[in-house]
């Protein structure tokens, strides 16, 4: 309790309580006590997951949720097996997050195309269950080529189309 008073009162900075702890041996006494709040903290949680089974659905959801996700980042990020062959960290880094702009911007064409259809269905009368939609997932994959040849060419941008865009003139081209 005192440490954690110290660090608010500012007598002791965060940064150097948690380098004096990793630094420090199992023996330290402050590192000792942190280490055993810790392990009864995780003991509760622990048993308020055994004995609460709302809590473990909501936890399995949620890791499906996220398992989900991370096959569906697989399938598109699929060059080179998933293996990231670079050893420096940027690259590394930024590999992973190319990844996941990929991935969101598929999962928004898909949502997008989600409620398009939802759209067209509820025109045509038909009652779309807010339940039932909750359901659907925006990691579909079939209709997405992964190999094969493209053509962007219909996504040209003119000059004087992406300054109308931005709100400037065009430039002189000619």
Partial sequence: ??????????????????????AGSNK??????????GRV???IQLLR???DAPLRRRVT?????????NRFSAWVGFG???VIADNDPVEQEKT????ALLSNAVIFHNALDIAEIVRQLQAEGMEIDPE???QVSPYLTEHIRRFGEYSTHELAVTAAGAAALRGHDAPDTG
Avoid: C, P, Q, W
Wanted: avoid cysteine; glycine fraction near 6%; charged fraction near 25%.
């Fill in 1 to 22: 309790m005192k440490v954690a008073v110290s660090v608010r009162e500012g007598a002791i900075s965060s940064t150097l309580l948690l380098r004096r702890l990793r």
């Fill in 28 to 37: 330290n006494a402050t590192y000792t006590a942190f280490r055993e709040v």
């Fill in 41 to 43: 903290i995780r003991t």
């Fill in 49 to 51: 997951y055994l004995t």
């Fill in 61 to 69: 959801a949620a890791t499906n949720k996220v398992e989900s996700f």
């Fill in 80 to 82: 080179n097996g998933g």
């Fill in 96 to 99: 992973a997050k190319f990844n």
């Fill in 132 to 134: 039932d939609l909750a």
